[in-house]
């Protein structure tokens, strides 16, 4: 592997180990039809399970918070079937309260596609959107997120949005719009300014991504360093035809240079030897001059 690959890799274990976080929690009309939803801190309703909402749905569900809170709805999208001849086809209600025989919060009945951005808040602890459609013409549909609030002044804990509304300080900066007027997403310039988001995942994502790095980087230094000791033996050697150029793509290993070294004497031993016969002749011609 090339340094290219090298880096290509550090580049790919640092991405896979980053993940994106704080998703808000969705709960779908089509599979909740009746439920009653506790909410703790902020929720996201979908109309559908699919790109469209579906024909013949007569749902009602029902999003209670604990005391004093209130419920605070906030339409972040929606799109309904337009009215015809005045009077709308697919249709949404908000009833201020456990079921549909509560008043409504929206003074007209909510269908077409100019209900974005805006926000209705209860009077008590619950909120239950009724949602029918006829059965033809499906479009995109709703979304709406139900959050714990109150009205100003807010308590510790709590963001007051432009609009007065206090939800939960935890929300701010999330990408989702819980105050109804996308205050609580203002002065959000980078991800350092959220109080929710969770850090953990990203520290520990970049150090073992940094930890790869750091071992592939080791992995070369030493493969370099194995390879320039085999190319130094092979230049000292005597006989450098003997020895074989070591394959490129073959790691240069301790065993492999054993292997090697072991086929063939460096020539610290060699001249060792030579040395030892050249003084021993030396002490055989002493031996013969003197007799
Ligand atoms: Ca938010």
Not at 275 to 282: I, V, Y
Request: with cysteine.
């Amino acid at each position: 592997m090339d340094s290219i690959g090298h880096r290509m890799l550090c580049v790919a274990a640092v991405a896979c180990l980053i993940r994106a976080t704080g998703a808000l929690t969705a709960v779908y009309l089509p599979t909740s039809c009746g439920a009653d939803i506790s909410v703790t801190s902020s929720v996201q309703l979908e109309s559908g399970t699919g790109l469209t909402y579906t024909n013949n749905m007569d749902c009602n569900i029902t999003f209670t918070v604990a005391s004093p809170y209130l419920v605070l709805a906030s339409i972040e999208r929606f799109e309904l079937e337009p009215q015809r001849s005045g009077t709308c086809i697919d249709y949404v209600n908000l009833h201020d309260g456990a079921d549909v025989s509560s008043s409504t919060l929206n003074t007209d009945v909510m269908c077409g596609s100019s209900l974005t951005n805006t926000s209705y808040i209860t009077t008590g602890q619950q909120m239950t959107l009724h949602f029918v459609t006829d059965s033809s013409a499906v479009y995109l549909g709703f979304n709406i997120i139900f959050t714990v609030a109150s009205l100003s002044p807010c308590a510790g804990g709590q963001y007051t949005c432009n609009n007065t509304y206090c939800t939960p300080s935890s929300v701010t900066c999330d990408s989702y719009d819980q105050c109804g007027d996308n205050s609580d997403e203002d002065n959000c310039t980078s991800i350092a300014s959220s109080s929710s988001t969770n850090w953990t995942p990203l520290i520990v994502g970049l150090t073992l991504g940094l930890l790869v790095c750091l071992l592939v980087a080791a992995f070369a230094v030493y493969r370099r360093h194995r390879l320039k000791r085999y190319k130094k033996f092979q230049h000292e050697h005597i006989d450098r035809e003997d020895i074989p150029d070591p394959d490129p793509s073959y790691p240069v290993t301790h065993k492999y240079f054993r292997g090697i070294r072991g086929q063939h004497p460096d020539i610290s031993s060699y001249r060792a030897t030579e040395d030892s016969k050249e003084k021993q002749l030396q002490g055989n011609d002493e031996k013969t001059a003197e007799t």
